[in-house]
C-alpha cells in the first residue's frame, strides 16, 4: 500500500493555490498527509475530493472531516452548493480537484534533489522501471511505482510518498490519451528519462504510430536541465532523438549505441545477454523469458552505468530479477505445471505486444504443440477490427492451433475462413475444457489479453498443481 507523510503549512499552500481559495485555514495549520480516500483520513490530513468514475468524492466530504481531515479540496461547482452546510470547516477551492493533487505532489517533489528516472513507452515500461529499480537498489535506496500507479492519480501518490530515506525514484509514466505524459512529465520533472520502445498502443486516441511516438517522447522535453535521456537505437523511430536531445545516453545491439548489446536466447527463450559500454564489459544471464526482457534488461544495464554501478552490482541486481506474477496475471512469466508450459502475459495487450508474444510461442524450441489463446485488445478505436485481424493471421502463423475469445475476436474471426488452425470459443471455461482434451501429450501455451478480459481465469482453471517458474 501507498501512504505519505507530505504535510504543507498555510505558506506552502498559499503559494499552490493563491489566498483567495483557502477558506478558513489557520495560518498556524499544518497537516500530515494527503489522502484521496475519507476512510484513510486522520487528524491533519489533506483529502482531495476526486472526481470519479463510479464515485465523486465530494460526496465522502463530511466522512474525511469526521474521521479529522484538517482540509478537504473541493471544486468550485460543489462548494458553492455546499459550503452553508460547512460554515466552520477548512476547504481549498479549486477549478480542477485532480489538477490539485498534481500541484501538491510537484511541490513536495520539488523538496527533494533526489535523482527521478521516468520510464515510459508502448510496451515494456513496467517490466523496465522494475529491472532498473531491481539493479540500483544494489547501491541506493530506491523508490518505485507501485502496481499501477503510473496515471495521473497514482504519480501524483508515488511522488507524494517521497521521504529523505530513499536515494532515488524510478516512476512509471502511463497514457491513454494525448498530452498525459506531457503533464505526468510537468508534475514529476524527472532528471532521466527512458522511452522503451514505439508501438501500437491505445489506438482509440493516440490514432497512428506517429500519434504514439508524438505523446511517449514529449517526456524527454520535461527532463530537468542537466538530466540523462536514455535512447533505444533499436527502435527505428526513437533512434533520431539520439541526435537532437542535449544530453543522452544510445543502448541497444545497434554497433553505434554508446552501450551495444549482443543476445542469445536458449530452447525456452531465457537471455543471455554480452554488453560492451566503454571500458566495461558484462555478460549477464537472465532469469527472465523472451527477447523483449533482455531488451528491457539492456536498457536498465544503461541506466546501471550511468549510475556508477560497478559490474558485479549490475550483474547481480539484473540475474536476480524475477518476472513479475501478481493477482495470477503475468507479464511475459513462464510457468510449468504438470505437462502444460503456460506463457501468463494476460497483464495487458495492444497490437505490439500480442506481436512480441506470439513471437516468442514461435520461437521456442520445443515438439509440443503451441496454443495461442487471445482475448480482445482494447482502446483501438477505428482499427481494431484490421488490428485483430492482422493479430489473428500472425498467431494462425506462429501457432499450431488460435483459440480466441471477445467481442472483437469474434467480429475479426468472421473474416477467416472455416477449416483454419482458429477457434472460436463464447467462454473461457469452453477453452479450458477444449485444451484438457488434447493436453496429454503436453503444450506449450501462450495467454494474453487486455486487462478487462482477465485472460489469467483460464490459467487458473487450467492449474492443478501448484505453478513454479521455470
Given at each position: ?120 513507452g508502448a510496451n515494456g515500461k513496467t517490466s523496465t522501471k522494475e529491472m532498473i529499480a531491481s539493479v540500483l537498489s544494489e547501491k541506493y ?42 503533464e505526468l512529465g510537468k508534475i514529476s520533472k524527472p532528471d532521466h528519462a527512458l522511452v522503451t520502445n514505439i508501438g501500437k498502443e491505445h489506438l482509440e486516441f493516440l490514432i497512428d504510430l506517429d500519434g ?259
Amino acid at each position: 500500500m501507498i501512504q505519505n507523510f507530505a504535510s504543507f503549512n498555510y505558506s506552502e499552500l498559499y503559494v499552490i493555490f493563491g489566498g483567495k481559495n483557502l477558506i478558513n485555514i489557520l495560518e498556524s495549520i499544518s497537516t500530515t498527509d494527503v489522502v484521496i480516500d475519507s476512510r484513510k483520513a486522520q487528524t491533519g490530513s489533506i483529502f482531495v475530493a476526486l472526481v470519479g468514475e463510479h464515485i465523486d468524492g465530494h460526496s465522502k466530504v463530511s466522512n474525511a472531516f469526521e474521521n479529522g481531515a484538517a482540509i478537504c479540496i473541493v471544486n468550485q461547482q460543489w462548494y458553492d452548493s455546499n459550503y452553508q452546510n460547512y460554515p466552520n470547516q477548512s476547504f481549498i477551492v479549486v477549478k480542477d480537484t485532480l489538477k490539485s493533487l498534481g500541484d501538491l505532489a510537484n511541490f513536495h517533489r520539488n523538496r527533494f534533489s533526489l535523482p527521478i528516472i521516468a520510464v515510459t513507452g508502448a510496451n515494456g515500461k513496467t517490466s523496465t522501471k522494475e529491472m532498473i529499480a531491481s539493479v540500483l537498489s544494489e547501491k541506493y535506496k530506491v523508490l518505485k511505482t507501485f502496481e499501477n500507479y503510473n496515471n495521473m492519480i497514482g504519480l501524483p501518490l508515488m511522488l507524494l510518498s517521497l521521504d529523505n530515506s530513499y536515494e532515488v525514484a524510478v516512476l512509471e509514466l502511463g497514457t491513454n490519451h494525448p498530452g498525459e505524459i506531457y503533464e505526468l512529465g510537468k508534475i514529476s520533472k524527472p532528471d532521466h528519462a527512458l522511452v522503451t520502445n514505439i508501438g501500437k498502443e491505445h489506438l482509440e486516441f493516440l490514432i497512428d504510430l506517429d500519434g504514439v511516438e508524438l505523446e511517449e517522447t514529449s517526456i524527454f522535453g520535461e527532463v530537468r536541465a542537466g538530466g540523462v535521456a536514455y535512447v533505444n537505437y533499436d527502435d527505428v523511430r526513437l533512434k533520431k532523438y539520439g541526435h537532437i536531445l542535449d544530453k543522452f545516453i544510445t543502448y541497444g545491439t545497434d554497433k553505434e549505441a554508446n552501450l551495444v548489446a549482443e543476445i542469445e536466447l536458449d530452447e525456452y527463450l531465457k537471455p543471455k545477454i554480452s554488453i560492451k559500454y566503454e571500458n566495461h564489459n558484462v555478460v549477464l544471464e537472465l532469469n527472465t523469458f523472451g527477447l523483449a526482457s533482455a531488451r528491457n534488461a539492456i536498457a536498465a544495464a544503461a541506466v546501471a552505468f550511468n549510475f556508477d554501478l560497478n559490474i558485479e552490482q549490475i550483474k547481480y541486481g539484473l540475474e536476480k530479477f524475477q518476472p513479475l506474477l501478481s493477482h495470477n496475471y503475468g507479464r511475459m512469466a513462464l510457468e510449468q505445471f504438470n505437462n502444460l508450459i503456460i506463457i501468463n502475459d494476460c497483464y495487458n495487450a495492444n497490437p505490439s505486444s500480442m506481436e512480441i508474444a506470439l513471437e516468442n510461442i514461435q520461437n521456442i524450441k520445443d515438439t509440443r504443440q503451441k496454443i495461442a489463446i487471445l482475448g480482445d485488445m482494447k482502446e483501438l478505436g477505428d482499427s481494431s477490427l484490421e488490428e485483430h485481424k492482422n493479430i489473428i493471421e500472425f498467431a494462425s502463423k506462429s501457432s499450431d492451433i488460435v483459440c480466441i475469445i471477445g467481442e472483437e475476436m469474434n467480429n475479426a474471426f468472421e473474416m477467416f475462413e472455416f477449416d483454419s488452425n482458429i477457434m472460436l470459443f463464447d467462454t473461457k471455461e469452453d477453452i479450458v475444457n477444449f485444451v484438457n482434451t488434447i493436453a496429454d501429450n503436453g503444450l506449450i501455451i501462450l495467454v494474453k489479453g487486455s486487462r478487462s478480459m482477465k485472460m489469467e481465469d483460464i490459467i487458473e482453471q487450467l492449474r492443478s498443481t501448484e505453478a513454479k517458474l521455470i
